[in-house]
């Protein structure tokens, strides 16, 4: 490989070029990076599904039907979720109610992670008809079926006549005990009637108290995004266009937001991960955001008239409005009272998610956004990767999941020959899928590192890219494999794909250097950028290869135009593979697959260097 390093070579790669994609899908929010410990802590209108009254699913009821009687009612205090857990106790005191009492417990997303000595704050709403004071009780548990119950947490509140309205009750939990499979239990031994309504447990060392999973958190902040794309995904769309993310529904105080049924992931969620969070999200992880809005146009094929498009156009210039208008404008002042007063840095809206519509109704959406917002960019989800696209768009969406990994690996050229006049390229989804990627294997991954080089190599035209999806609750039941970053209540490991992703996280905004790659293999590709280290702020060379064969391939790498030699001091080389091509992570062996770092110890502008056989290596090498 002969890399030119000569001062005011190579050109620049796009400071956007590599950032992250979170959709609402396989509990990757609700049950994931959202760090809520109750599930469903508030819509008891249908429980799992999109159905009809009255599900409490999945929270249980404890205590047989002589002790406790548990329904719904609407007579809840908030307008956008009427229907309340109602549960009336018909046992009184120790002679009748058991020890712990009755009353209702929830399971979390398949068990809450409680730490020992960690703070969780808990917030109910509670109404209470009773003759006398009710003693309520809140534990956490570590069985849902009260034998051995441990209660690791507990709080106890007297109602009085107070309770006769709705009431808030709030608490700090310290936890006595670690368990990661807790239930909360909400029980009395008092005979009375009882109104529940949107219970909240939220661990409080969230990231900067933001309500985001920290583990999680952090492994999206490793990658370091430079744009984070939400919130889909099939999940913007919806099956039905209904239950598509409708973001007015997602914003303000949380116990005021209706949830929604997800209907093509197919679960439930309460929108506290909501299009506010998401930009929250977006800052803290110092990645500028891109909202994908809802166009109008659903996964089940459903597409309003042109009549009809109005409040869908009003809806996204609504949605800029919220997230970089003044705190005095209508929908930033939203944002203002929610606590960010400054405008979110916005600079990108996609019209839709995998709608490549009639062109008369992008053109309406996006002369709108450029009337009101010219400095917004417009993502088409067209595909303009090999014949130009016929409507104005700053950038266009590529998605691509090949079913095996020479596919992907083949995919190295793909944007050799788009046209570089027109819109830049935003490669929003790319992942190899089904046999050859199961959970997510290192083949797969080599693929798409391959694939990531050669969008390194057509970065003057390819601008962004972003694996997909990002996240699984392995508990759930999977929507979508492989994935990034698989997690369960309190574990969480990348997999391949996502330690390929931190290998390129240098490059945005990095120089990409010419090479010239020499071999008589087809298994080997590679490149060569030249970055500032943010851990050390000095300059450093990366040289990528990808062997995607089975044998050993000697490679000389020679660096030409340097000012400066390589410094074999703080030189290294860094190897992702595995003894078999197939090899995946787990929970019990979260690091079977991941990058191992060493000295390098003939780092010199001029090196032979062996690429073990299923292997990416980058070489950084000091200069
Ligand atoms: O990433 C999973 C799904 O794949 C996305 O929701 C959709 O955009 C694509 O079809």
């Known amino acids: 490989l002969m890399v030119d390093g000569s001062p005011n070579s190579g050109r620049p790669i796009p400071n956007t070029f590599l950032g992250a994609f979170f959709e609402e899908i396989n509990h990757a929010g609700a049950g994931g990076l959202w760090a809520e410990l109750v599930s469903n802590r508030g819509r008891f209108e249908g429980g799992r599904g999109s159905g009809s009254p009255s599900s409490i699913y999945p929270w249980r009821v404890i205590g047989n039907e002589s002790l406790i009687s548990v329904s719904t009612d609407q007579t809840s205090c908030f307008e956008r979720n009427k229907i309340a857990l109602r549960m009336e106790v018909l046992c009184n005191g120790p002679k009748s109610c058991p020890p712990a009492g009755v009353g209702v417990s929830n399971p979390g997303y398949w068990g809450m992670n409680i730490e020992k000595g960690k703070k969780y704050k808990l917030v109910m709403y509670v109404k209470v008809k009773a003759s006398g004071p009710v003693d309520l009780q809140v534990s956490l548990t570590g069985s849902v079926h009260r034998v051995n119950m441990v209660s690791i947490i507990s709080f106890s509140a007297m109602t009085d006549n107070n309770f006769s309205k709705w009431t808030k009750v709030e608490g700090i939990l310290e936890s006595k005990a670690t368990n990661h499979n807790s239930n909360l239990q909400i029980t009395t031994t008092t005979r009375a009637i009882l109104w529940l309504d949107q219970v909240s447990l939220m661990p409080l060392d969230t990231y900067k108290g933001h309500g985001f999973r920290m583990d999680l958190f952090k492994m999206v902040a490793d990658l370091k995004p430079k744009f984070l794309r939400f919130p889909g995904g099939c999940f913007v769309e919806g099956y039905y266009l209904k239950n598509g993310f409708q973001w007015k529904n997602t914003i303000g105080a949380w116990e005021q937001r209706p949830g929604h049924y997800g209907d093509v992931w197919k679960y439930w969620t309460d929108d506290g991960f909501g299009f506010f969070e998401m930009l929250q999200l977006a800052e803290d992880l110092g990645a500028l955001p891109i909202w994908v809005f809802n166009n109008g146009m659903s996964v089940g094929g459903e597409e309003v008239n042109m009549s009809a498009l109005s409040p869908f156009i009003q809806d996204a210039l609504d949605g800029i409005e919220f997230a970089k208008g003044s705190p005095s404008s209508k929908w930033g002042s939203v944002r203002a009272s929610m606590r960010h007063p400054e405008p979110f840095d916005f600079r990108f809206v996609a019209v839709g998610n995998e709608n490549c519509f009639p062109h008369h109704k992008y053109f309406k959406f996006y002369d709108a956004i450029k009337r009101a917002y010219p400095e917004i960019r417009i993502i088409s989800n067209c595909d303009g990767s090999k014949t130009p696209l016929n409507h104005p768009a700053d950038l266009f969406d590529f998605h691509i999941y090949p079913n095996n990994s020479m596919d992907m690996f083949s995919k190295y050229s793909v944007f050799d020959k788009t046209s570089r006049l027109g819109p830049k390229v935003f490669v929003s989804e790319y992942a190899v899928v089904k046999d050859d990627a199961r959970n997510g294997t290192l083949l797969a991954?080599?693929?798409?590192?391959?694939?990531?080089?050669?969008?390194?190599?057509?970065?003057?035209?390819?601008?962004?890219?972003?694996?997909?999806?990002?996240?699984?609750?392995?508990?759930?039941?999977?929507?979508?494999?492989?994935d990034a970053i698989a997690f369960n209540s309190h574990e969480s490991y990348g997999t391949p794909s996502y330690w390929v992703q931190q290998l390129f996280s240098e490059s945005s905004g990095a120089i990409y250097l010419n090479s010239t790659l020499q071999t008589s293999s087809n298994s080997i590709v590679a490149s060569a950028i030249g970055y500032r280290s943010s851990q050390d702020s000095k300059i450093y060379l990366r040289v990528k290869v990808v062997n995607f064969g089975s044998e050993i391939e000697k490679l000389r790498i020679t660096i030409n135009g340097l000012s400066s030699n390589v410094q074999q001091s703080r030189s290294t080389k860094t190897v992702l593979t595995s003894s078999n091509k197939m090899d995946e992570n787990s929970f019990s062996q979260p690091n079977k697959v991941v990058p191992r770092k060493s000295a390098l110890e003939n780092a010199s502008n001029n090196m032979v260097v062996s690429i073990s056989p299923y292997s990416v290596t980058s070489f950084d090498l000091l200069v």
């Open 445 to 482: 991954a080599l693929a798409e590192a391959a694939f990531l080089i050669g969008l390194e190599r057509n970065s003057d035209i390819v601008h962004m890219v972003c694996y997909a999806p990002l996240f699984i609750n392995k508990n759930g039941r999977y929507s979508w494999i492989p």
